[in-house]
């Protein structure tokens, strides 16, 4: 059964780098690997829904952001090592909140309903 698992997550001062990692298993179960699912980021801060951050393809690693974090954040992914990353640099403290990896099969979504997998989140928290 495919699972996602994050980590990275923790403490950061307002303006501070923090990079979330994203291990992903057992795609090969689903009948396909990896690369055939595009991964996103998701999170949710406290009160609000959850909102997409940010995708990337399998095969062409092409990439979108939310305007929200454009040229703040930058992800990236590791077929071989079957991880995804979110680079997060000038964090804000609205940027504070439980972080979600997702995979869906072939075309990046920022709906979540449409996400096949999810991992269980890893909390950011930006605060002075």
């Known amino acids: 059964q495919p699972q996602l698992v994050e980590s990275g997550g923790g403490l950061v001062q307002p303006g501070g780098s923090l990079t979330l990692s994203c291990a992903a298993s057992?795609?090969?179960?689903?009948?396909?690997?990896?690369?055939?699912?595009?991964m996103s980021w998701f999170r949710q801060a406290p009160g609000n829904e959850r909102e997409a951050v940010s995708c990337?393809?399998?095969?062409?690693?092409?990439?979108n952001y939310a305007d929200s974090v454009k040229g703040r954040f930058t992800i990236s992914r590791d077929n071989a090592k079957n991880t995804v990353y979110l680079q997060m640099n000038s964090l804000k403290p609205e940027d504070t909140a439980v972080y979600y990896c997702?995979?869906?099969?072939?075309?990046?979504?920022?709906?979540?309903?449409?996400?096949?997998?999810w991992g269980k989140g890893t909390l950011v928290t930006v605060s002075s």
């Open positions: 057992g795609f090969t179960a689903s009948g396909f690997t990896l690369d055939v699912y595009t």
């Open positions: 990337i393809r399998g095969a062409d690693i092409v990439t």
């Open positions: 997702a995979a869906r099969f072939l075309r990046c979504s920022n709906y979540v309903a449409e996400q096949n997998y």
